[in-house]
C-alpha cells in the first residue's frame, strides 16, 4: 500500500511467481510464517538441504523439520518461521536461502520458476555470501566466530568432518 515501509519484495515474499494471487504452494495453512511449499517438501525439510546441496557434507545431529499444519511443532509457544530448529540463534525464515541470505537476487527470478539449481547459483565470484541452512547449527557462524553459534561443536570431527570443516568449494559466509 501507498506510504507502506515495506519493498514490493518484503510485502509480496510468498508470491513466488508474482501474479498477485496466491496459489496452495504459496499460502501459509498454519500461519507460522512459512509456506505450504518449504514445510512439505521445500526449504524446511531436511531433504531440500541434502539433495540440493549434495556435495556438502550434512551436520551430524539430525533435527526434526517443520509441519504443514502445525504451526508450533515442539510446542515452545515460537511460531516456527520466527523458531530456530538448530538452536544457533539465528530464525527458520532467514536460513531458508543463501541468495536472500547473502543479500543477492535468485538469477531469473521471477521469470523462471524458483530451483534448486538458482537457489544455489554463485552470481557473484565474490566468497564472502551467505551459507546458510535451518539444519547445520554450524552455518552461518561456527562456535569461532563473531557472533558464535552456541550450538556447534567447538571441537568438529577430523575423523568424520562436515560443513563447514570439509574443504569443499564453494563456502560462503554471511556478511552482516
Not at 509456506?35 to 517438501?41: F, L, Q, S, V
Not at 521471477?110 to 551459507?131: F, Q
Request: proline share 11%; aromatic share 12%; with cysteine.
Amino acid at each position: 500500500p501507498a506510504g507502506s515501509n515495506y519493498i514490493y519484495s518484503e510485502s509480496r515474499y510468498y508470491d513466488f511467481d508474482y501474479d498477485f494471487k496466491l496459489s496452495d504452494d504459496e499460502r501459509d495453512e498454519d500461519g507460522d510464517g512459512l509456506t505450504n511449499y518449504d514445510e512439505a517438501t521445500g526449504r524446511m525439510t531436511p531433504g531440500y538441504w541434502m539433495g540440493c546441496y549434495s556435495e556438502e557434507k550434512p551436520y551430524p545431529v539430525a533435527y526434526r523439520g517443520t509441519d504443514l499444519v502445525d504451526p508450533d511443532v515442539d510446542g515452545d509457544k515460537v511460531l516456527d518461521g520466527a523458531d530456530d530448529q538448530d538452536h544457533d540463534d539465528i530464525p527458520n525464515l532467514m536460513e531458508l536461502s543463501r541468495n536472500s541470505a547473502s543479500g543477492r537476487a535468485v538469477p531469473g527470478w521471477p521469470l523462471e520458476p524458483r530451483t534448486c539449481d538458482n537457489e544455489g547459483a554463485v552470481v557473484d565470484p565474490d566468497p564472502r555470501k551467505g551459507a546458510v541452512n535451518p539444519y547445520n547449527p554450524c552455518l552461518p557462524y561456527t562456535a569461532y566466530t563473531v557472533p558464535a553459534s552456541r550450538t556447534c561443536d567447538r571441537h568438529p570431527s577430523l575423523a568424520a568432518p562436515y560443513f563447514p570443516f570439509t574443504k569443499e568449494p564453494g563456502f560462503y559466509q554471511v556478511l552482516n
